[in-house]
């Protein structure tokens, strides 16, 4: 048996991630994130798996409370102003009030679309976010970024939100595609590749644990990673230094979800791509060895994700899409670069002709 673990986030608006089996039907722990009515978010694919559950353990958590919900389009597609809408619409219909709660079920596409909803109703109500994939639970849920995207880019309209609440049933991962698990992954060898060069080696040791879905190997890595998340976050809620470290990866990885019409690779996968693209710029620029990008795409390819981009991607569209990515300032390009696993840093005006010769292979 599994023991539930947690992890505390501090800051101004302290919160509690908790990680164990069986977290989505636990009555006690949803009882005390519950003020008032709940409105349960998610997806058509997670919603026939999970949402009678949460909604019968909220019954029982507030007998006789309201209960609605609301369900979206699986997938990155339904990130839009459009969706957003229409949750601002069934919230309307709800009659939610002020004391009232959304809770975000499904992956990062959910508890980003829910969260920015539950921060935007009456300028801000509680949300709990219940992640259901790998990605959500290391990543999403925790730091109360919300946004949806827009044609031109990643992630461009939201807000900070932090949640009330994080609780991730590592029993949902049980049903998760292994596509999805592996895009987690991605997620989980970042923290390893900015802040913990001795986490890479435990994931190397425990990569064929990891990928067989076993629940302590898999509950210690969300720990791990919602550990660092936390301390980051904390240190910098609104990104304005260290934070920006988590973007390790993603400058390059949203060129690329953006550039491919948000519908190819997924963000892990992408993120993926990404952090190799940001150890060879490292390399480029002399800050790392060869050695460490090496480690970097081995451990990646073990883990069955992408480590090159797609083809046919045009690398003028790419540059296009960094220079409006919410890291470029108006001083250039700025990238999350590495001194070396486990030594991230955020570097300023790199120049555009070093990043071609990433984006050709160079
Ligand atoms: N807010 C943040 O700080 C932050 C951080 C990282 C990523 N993100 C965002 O997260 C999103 C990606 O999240 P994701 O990878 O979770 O994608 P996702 O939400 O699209 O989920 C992936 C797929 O898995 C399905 N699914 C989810 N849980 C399942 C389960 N337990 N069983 C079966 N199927 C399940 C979903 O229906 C979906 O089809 C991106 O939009 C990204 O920008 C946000």
Redesign the pocket.
């Known amino acids: 048996m599994i023991q539930p673990r947690s992890v505390a986030v501090g800051g101004a608006h302290p919160y509690t991630i908790s990680i164990g089996p069986g977290l989505l039907d636990d009555t006690a722990l949803l009882a005390g994130t519950l003020r008032g009515d709940a409105f349960v978010i998610s997806?058509?694919?997670?919603a026939p798996?999970?949402l009678q559950r949460v909604v019968e353990a909220l019954s029982r958590a507030r007998p006789g409370g309201r209960i609605g919900h609301w369900v979206l389009p699986?997938?990155?597609a339904?990130?839009t102003l459009a969706r957003f809408g229409e949750a601002i619409a069934a919230i309307a219909e709800a009659g939610l009030r002020r004391d009232a709660t959304v809770y975000a079920l499904?992956?990062?596409?959910?508890?980003?679309l829910a969260?920015f909803a539950a921060a935007a109703w009456m300028r801000g109500i509680d949300c709990v976010q219940l992640?259901?994939?790998?990605?959500?639970m290391v990543?999403?849920?925790?730091?109360?970024?919300?946004?949806v995207?827009l044609p031109q880019g990643?992630?461009l309209v939201?807000a900070f939100h932090p949640p009330r609440a994080v609780l991730a049933d590592t029993g949902?991962?049980?049903?998760?595609?292994p596509r999805?698990l592996r895009?987690?992954l991605a997620?989980v060898v970042k923290y390893g590749a900015i802040v913990d060069a001795p986490f890479l080696d435990w994931l190397e040791a425990n990569a064929d644990a990891l990928l067989a879905g076993d629940d302590a190997a898999l509950a210690e890595a969300i720990a791990r990673s919602c550990a660092h998340k936390a301390a980051i976050v904390e240190r910098d809620p609104y990104e304005h230094g260290d934070r920006a470290l988590?973007n390790f990866g993603h400058t390059f990885g949203?060129a690329i979800?953006t550039g491919q019409g948000y519908g190819g690779l997924?963000?892990?996968e992408a993120?993926a791509v990404g952090m190799v693209q940001a150890a060879r710029l490292s390399e480029r620029l002399g800050l790392a060895p060869a050695a460490d990008t090496a480690r970097l795409r081995a451990l990646l390819q073990r883990f069955g994700l992408p480590v090159s981009p797609p083809p046919g991607l045009d690398a003028d569209a790419l540059l296009a899409h960094m220079r409006l990515d919410k890291k470029a300032q108006s001083g250039g390009l700025r990238f999350i670069v590495w001194d070396g696993a486990g030594r991230a840093r955020v570097l300023a005006g790199v120049p555009e002709a070093t990043v071609r010769a990433v984006l050709a292979g160079d």
């Open positions: 997806d058509d694919q997670v798996l999970y699986a997938g990155e339904s990130k499904g992956g990062g596409v959910v508890g980003d969260g992640p259901t994939t790998l990605l959500a990543d999403s849920s925790v730091g109360g970024k919300t946004a995207d990643k992630n939201g949902a991962l049980r049903t998760l595609p999805e895009a987690g997620e988590l949203h979800e997924n963000h892990g993120v």
